[in-house]
């Protein structure tokens, strides 16, 4: 069975800096993708970044490129999103994910953790 469990949200300032950690365990080595989706209040879920099991290939939504960066850490179970110069657009709960390869939309991702808040003030 697979678990995912996010931390490091909170409340930042415009041009401040957060880093998510999402700890997983019960994953198959080398079938699935990790990513990192966001819900903000009355919008879509959506991708944000992804990374396959070696983390040698990553995706990056438009919105976050050059400011965020998604890397992980297989000898500790753990995957990360390291978030610079936030927006307040940036602001959304962001969930951790895992799913076949491939996956993209977020149907296609069967394991989700319980989501962490990030709030970014101007």
Do not use: H
């Not at 992804?50 to 290939?57: E, F, K």
């Not at 307040?88 to 977020?106: H, K, L, M, Q, V």
Request: hydrophobic share 35%.
């Amino acid at each position: 069975q697979v678990q995912l469990v996010e931390s490091g949200g909170g409340l930042v300032q415009a041009g401040g800096s957060l880093r998510l950690s999402c700890a997983y365990s019960g994953l198959t080595f080398g079938w699935y993708v990790m990513g990192w989706f966001r819900q903000a209040p009355g919008k879509e879920r959506e991708l944000v970044a992804d990374i396959n099991w070696s983390g040698g290939t990553t995706y990056y939504a438009d919105s976050v490129k050059g400011r965020f960066a998604i890397f992980r850490d297989n000898t500790k179970n753990t995957m990360y999103l390291q978030m610079n110069n936030l927006k307040p657009e940036d602001t959304a709960i962001y969930y951790c994910a895992s799913g076949p390869r491939g996956s993209t939309a977020p149907k296609d991702f069967g394991s989700w953790g319980q989501g962490t808040q990030v709030t970014v003030s101007s």
